[in-house]
């Protein structure tokens, strides 16, 4: 295990990277024997910070539930970050290219919870009948270390690279459409670049949900009612840059879409 006051300074360093738009070298490369616990206990170091600066809490998102995300990070198993509140949008959202580093799109859906969810042992029924309302979400990934020989422990610790969340679409019940059958068509000005069936996390996106609230459980959480929980991407991660428009188009249920300047 690290020592705490090496959970700190990474922490710190973390929020100075947010803040300076910076990309720092590896947890891995600078501490080789860093652990899964390790790099948790960083993210809640960092999560703290921003919550002693007035931030609030929206949600937890869940990454790495797809073949299509492990194969595109070389990563072999789920992870999960916070969602603060100042970083979510509506569709239609210009969004500062600036503001992250790595600046890459997935296609998701989201939860969101009308009462909690804790595990162990929750499964895809407890999570569907703790759900109020299901809708289509981009998820910006905004990576503060290096890409380059990165490892489930860099990418927990810098907030499972999570940046923003822009919803759109139409909400609906997670009774009245087959989750698993929703596919998504994701284009960038205009082009198709990526297409995918939300089948593809972890058979059925409210498992990821599941998985979610044993993994809290083991750090003594839970998931809180009003929470917005991303399930996990469906598609690889689409690369963007300044000036590109993103639009993805999840039939029945609607369109999302955000610009970045």
Known sequence: MLPPDTVAALAAELSAAHRQRTVLPRITARHPGAT???????????YQEQLDAGRRLAGRKIGLTSRAMQAATGITEPDYGVILADTVHDTGAVLDFDAHANVRIEVELAFL???????PHCTLTDVLAATEYVLPALEVLDSHYELDGRTIVDT????????ATVLGGTP????AVDLRRVSALLYRNAVIEES???AAVLDH????????????????????AGELILAGSF?????????????ADYGPMGNVACRFQ
Do not use: C, F
Request: charged share 25%.
């Open 36 to 46: 899964v616990e390790d790099s948790y206990a960083v993210q809640r170091a960092w």
């Open 113 to 119: 919870l009308r009462r909690p969810l804790e595990g």
């Open 156 to 163: 927990i610790a810098d907030n499972a690279a999570y940046g």
């Open 172 to 175: 609906v019940r997670p009774d």
């Open 196 to 198: 995918g069936v939300a």
């Open 205 to 224: 996106p409210a498992r990821g949900v599941a998985w979610l609230a044993d993994k809290l459980h083991q750090h003594g959480g839970r998931l809180e």
């Open 235 to 247: 598609t690889r991660p689409m690369w963007v840059s300044r000036g590109d428009t993103v639009l």
